[in-house]
């Protein structure tokens, strides 16, 4: 799942607007954004085999940031980071923080059992990855349900709908570009562009709603 965790993020946004599109965005990819800083550092691991249908990515060690253990700790930081550095309202850091318990549980529908729940334990994964052009749609599905849930939300409350459009857009873009880009097998490289590509998507989001929410305090 690549594109399609940004689909949680629009849904979060449009069922909790008083914390920003940016912060959602950042919070779906969060557990990636630990791992490629993992994979980096040489603590998680992760081999490129092109034989693999669909994702080339072999996910044979990453416990810390994709078990089911380790993701539900990410998203209870998340949700008491984002309430106090951010001073979110308790009910948008719990949004905050199922945002980011959203990755593991479309992780779990995509990827090929590498999903422990805990270090050392059986891994999950029901691999609708080996069905790459049903994924994608699936992929692509749920960003675009998702993202006319949120300009339908968005007129409501008398904002434009063009900006999410323009994500839209960009997150299409991303995917298609994603697809047809081969991954580099160096995991410092890999770990590096996984950290700059979310990176950027939470900078474009930040500009789609940087004005203040419309949504009541």
Avoid at 2 to 16: D, I, N, P, S, W
Avoid at 60 to 89: C, E, Q
């Amino acid at each position: 799942m690549f594109v399609g965790h940004y689909a949680a993020a629009l849904a979060a946004k449009t069922a909790e607007p008083r914390a920003k599109l940016w912060t959602y965005v950042a919070a779906v990819q969060l557990l990636d954004i630990g791992w490629g800083g993992l994979v980096a550092a040489g603590v998680e691991k992760v081999r490129i085999d092109p034989a693999l249908p669909g994702s080339p990515l072999d996910l044979y060690f990453m416990p810390y940031t994709h078990s089911l253990a380790g993701a539900l700790a990410w998203s209870a930081g998340a949700l008491l980071l984002t309430r106090v550095a951010l001073k979110l309202p308790w009910r948008a850091a719990v949004f905050v923080g199922l945002a980011v318990f959203s990755h593991w549980l479309l992780d779990l529908l995509v990827h090929r059992p590498d999903l422990e729940v805990w270090a050392g334990q059986a891994k999950l994964g029901f691999g609708f990855w080996n069905y790459p052009l049903p994924e994608m749609a699936l992929e692509l599905g749920l960003v675009g349900i998702a993202g006319g849930a949120l300009i339908a939300a968005r007129k409501d409350a008398g904002s434009k709908a063009w900006p999410v459009i323009g994500f839209l857009a960009f997150l299409t873009a991303l995917q298609m570009v994603a697809s047809s880009t081969p991954f580099n097998p160096d995991p410092l490289a890999t770990g590096a562009l996984v950290i700059l590509v979310y990176g950027l998507a939470t900078a474009v989001a930040w500009l789609v709603d940087r004005g203040p929410s419309t949504a009541p305090n």
